[in-house]
Nanobody, 121 residues
Framework: QVQLVESGGGLVQAGDSLRLSCVAS????????MAWFRQVPGKEREFVAA???????YYADSVKGRFTGSRDDARNTVYLQMNNLKPEDTAVYYC???????????????WGQGTQVTVSS
């Protein structure tokens, strides 16, 4: 059972930056694909970014060029650097772990509790 704990969310203004972190409990973290999703009330959880076990990154079109995913396998941690934040980025951000890298949320069996990101205009 992989436990994931996110941190780094907060309230910022449009144009600001935030870095989210997600620490995994599993010692085999390096073999997992890691992803970030986000969700706003009344909408489905949507894919934001993923980092494969080979450190290859994938992004949703809405965040390309602004968000950067990375991982530090020595620290069992995955990061999401978010720059030039926009009000439409406001959501609860979730970290997920799985065996394949994909934008499909159902492919990730392990999830964190989420961290709120609020961007004011």
């Amino acid at each position: 059972q992989v436990q994931l704990v996110e941190s780094g969310g907060g309230l910022v203004q449009a144009g600001d930056s935030l870095r989210l972190s997600c620490v995994a409990s599993e010692r085999t973290f390096s073999s997992h694909s890691m992803a970030w999703f986000r969700q706003v009330p009344g909408k489905e959880r949507e894919f934001v970014a993923a980092v494969s076990s080979r450190h290859i990154t994938y992004y949703a079109d809405s965040v390309k060029g602004r968000f950067t995913g990375s991982r530090d396998d020595a620290r069992n941690t995955v990061y999401l650097q978010m720059n030039n934040l926009k009000p439409e980025d406001t959501a609860v951000y979730y970290c997920a772990a799985g065996n394949i890298v994909t934008a499909r949320r159902n492919a990730y069996p392990y999830w964190g509790q989420g961290t709120q990101v609020t961007v004011s205009s």
